[in-house]
């Protein structure tokens, strides 16, 4: 069974940073794509960055250039560092492990809230 857990959200001022963390169990980390989503109240999920099973990755428009993702192999985790944080990166933000035709799972949230 595949699971992902999220930490590391909270309350930070605009301008300040904050690291998120996704911890899969029940996978092979290099045969997935690894991606953090977000949804503010009102809105649609969108995707904010995507770390591939080839190793690349993709950014959303509005975090290029603001936020990195990475992943740990030998630890199943992926680390979204989010700097220069506006108040509209407000949201809760989703974790999602993906392998086509295996799984899609998606942990629970973890609120980001960003202060003016």
């Known amino acids: 069974q595949v699971q992902v857990v999220e930490s590391g959200g909270g309350l930070v001022q605009a301008g300040g940073s904050l690291r998120l963390s996704c911890a899969a169990s029940?996978?092979?980390?290099?045969?997935?794509?690894m991606a953090w989503y977000r949804q503010a109240p009102g809105k649609q999920r969108e995707l904010v960055a995507v770390f591939t099973s080839g190793g690349t990755t993709n950014y959303a428009d509005s975090v290029k250039g603001r936020f990195t993702i990475s992943g740990d192999n030998a630890k199943n985790t992926v680390f979204l560092q989010m700097n220069s944080l506006k108040p509209e990166d407000t949201a809760v933000y989703y974790c999602?492990?993906?392998?086509?035709?295996?799984?899609?799972?998606w942990g629970q949230g973890t609120q980001v809230t960003v202060s003016s």
């Open positions: 029940g996978i092979i980390f290099r045969f997935n794509s």
């Open positions: 999602n492990a993906y392998r086509l035709g295996f799984y899609n799972a």
